[in-house]
Nanobody, 115 residues
Framework: QVQLVESGGGLVQAGGSLRLSCAAS????????MGWYRQAPGKQRELVAS???????YYADSVKGRFTISKDNAKNTFYLQMNSLKPEDTAVYYC?????????WGQGTQVTVSS
């Protein structure tokens, strides 16, 4: 069983920044991939960014150059730094990881970007 606890969402003006955190209940050395997803109202959940245990990263085209995913192995936590936020980034953001073929999700945190 893996528990993920998110924090860091909120309301920000366009052009602003937020940093999301996802604290895992297990050592993140034991998982292969950690990711951030988002779901806007009426839309499907989409992958925003991911990072492997080796530090390889992936970004959706819509966030490249603005968002940065990172991890702190000592704190068993991974992050999503979001800069130059746009109103279209408004969504509930979820962190996700997996182990032994089972996916685990955070509870979600609301990010609202006002124009």
């Amino acid at each position: 069983q893996v528990q993920l606890v998110e924090s860091g969402g909120g309301l920000v003006q366009a052009g602003g920044s937020l940093r999301l955190s996802c604290a895992a209940s297990v050592s993140i050395f034991t998982v292969n991939v950690m990711g951030w997803y988002r779901q806007a109202p009426g839309k499907q959940r989409e992958l925003v960014a991911s990072i492997t245990s080796r530090g390889n990263t992936y970004y959706a085209d819509s966030v490249k150059g603005r968002f940065t995913i990172s991890k702190d192995n000592a704190k068993n936590t991974f992050y999503l730094q979001m800069n130059s936020l746009k109103p279209e980034d408004t969504a509930v953001y979820y962190c996700k990881t997996g182990r032994v073929g089972i996916d685990y999700w955070g509870q979600g945190t609301q990010v609202t970007v006002s124009s």
